[in-house]
């Protein structure tokens, strides 16, 4: 019982973990996307552009794994 228990905490974590990743990933794409395509912007992605990118994929992050934290703690 135990084991399962453990497992499924394992499973959850995990799961977690890669829909953080998800998350940084598609928040720094969208910011570079727009960046690079928004019409009166230079159209060049620069350092400021990067690291906003970065800022927004990690804000992406810890919104993703907040709202599945709560999920989680929730339906238990």
């Known amino acids: 019982m135990i084991d399962r228990q453990q497992g499924r905490e394992q499973s959850g974590e995990a799961r ?4 953080g990743i998800a998350a940084f990933v598609a928040g720094l794409v ?3 996307a727009f960046f690079a395509f928004w019409p009166g912007l230079p159209h060049v ?3 400021g552009a990067i690291v906003v990118a970065v ?7 810890w ?10 703690t929730g339906s238990e």
């Open 16 to 19: 977690r973990r890669w829909a």
């Open 45 to 47: 992605i620069d350092w």
């Open 63 to 72: 919104i993703c794994q907040s709202w599945m934290g709560k999920r989680g």
């Open 30 to 32: 969208v910011t570079l």
């Open 55 to 61: 800022l927004v994929g990690a804000l992406a992050r």
